[in-house]
Each structure stands twice: as structure tokens, then as C-alpha cells.
């Protein structure tokens, strides 16, 4: 279980294909606070810790991304890439985004962005079997970073638009300030809306 507030960015270290697609990550925890088989989030990914070790400020650790993770999620695993980094929320930790599970339910697409004062608004397209689950107000996870929807606009197809802002403090600390049109991202819908969504389902059966 996480929150969406991202806790540091890592750096791809290298890659390499065996039956699953072994991942090493550079990072600024603390190696001693990274435990094998424990969880944490790679740009809204939940993954297994497998190995680790570097020392504090300069630590690495290794994951093994499925091919079936590798075929729903964004194309952020080469060598280089920067993701987002949460490790698993911990009883008595502070919940200060919303309930984020670490399953991505679906890729965006970067429509657009503009300066708002001092935040970028960015549109960003989401396929339509998420539709359903936006709503203004509403949260939603982006790369792994807990998000306010600020409009939604319905397409003709079935899919939608969706609008956010990103302040300069989410800008600076996350990935999110690299974006640009085009980019591609991970979407995890509100758990909330999921099981609201079923809820509604069932009654109209």
C-alpha cells in the first residue's frame, strides 16, 4: 500500500533479460532501510526488492518487471530512465495523498501543457476503460504521484481528457517536470472510485 507521494527519483542503472526483466535502480535511500522482498513503487509500479546494497545517499537496489508488467506500463525501463520512488507505507506513517495500491490500471498520453501562475496544467488522455473512474475533484495517480482531477471531457470514442495541475514543489521533487506532449504515463485510478463503480454496477444488473 502507498499514498502517492513520492519519497525520492531513481535512476535506471541497467537491464538485463532473463525470464523476467531484471531492473537495478540507483537511489538516495539508505540500503539498510531497503529490505529484500519488500515493496516499492516504481513510477506507480509495485514491485519486489530483490538484492540491494551502496551505502547511504548512493544505494541501489533490483527488482524483476514481469512481462505482463512490462507490456501495461509506460516504456520507462532502459537504462537511464528517471522513476518515481515510494517505498511501501508502514503503520503509523502519515497519509498525505490518497490510497494508492501500486496495480496501473492503464497508460496516458501527455495532450498538452500550459503555464497556470506558477503550476503547469497538463491534459492528459486516458484510454476508455478508465472513463468511468474520473471525476473533477477526484484522485488519480500519475507515475506514482497522488494528483487532484481538476475536469474531465468526455470523448466521442469512449475515452477522456483529464486536466491537472503540477506545482513547482511536485515539478521539482518528481519526474512530472520532465514531461512533455507525448509522454506516456502511468494511470492508477482512486480505489474508491473502483469499488463505487462496481457498487453501481451491480444495482443496475
Known sequence: MFTGIVTAVGTVRSVEQRGDLRVTMACPYDPAQIAIGASIACSGVCLTVVDRGGEVGDAWFAVDVSAESVA???PNW??????????ALKLGDELGGHIVTGHVDGVGEVLGLCPSGDSVRVGISAPRELAPYLAAKGSITVDGVSLTVNEVSDQ?????????NI????????????????SKVNLEIDVLARYLK??????AA
Open 72 to 74: 501495461r506500463t509506460a
Open 167 to 182: 506545482i513547482p514543489h511536485t515539478s521539482e521533487v518528481t519526474t512530472l517536470g520532465a514531461l512533455e506532449q507525448g
Open 78 to 87: 532502459r537504462e537511464g530512465a528517471k522513476l518515481n520512488l515510494e517505498q
Open 198 to 203: 462496481r457498487m453501481e454496477t451491480l444495482r
Open 156 to 164: 466521442s470514442d469512449g475515452s477522456c481528457h483529464f486536466a491537472l
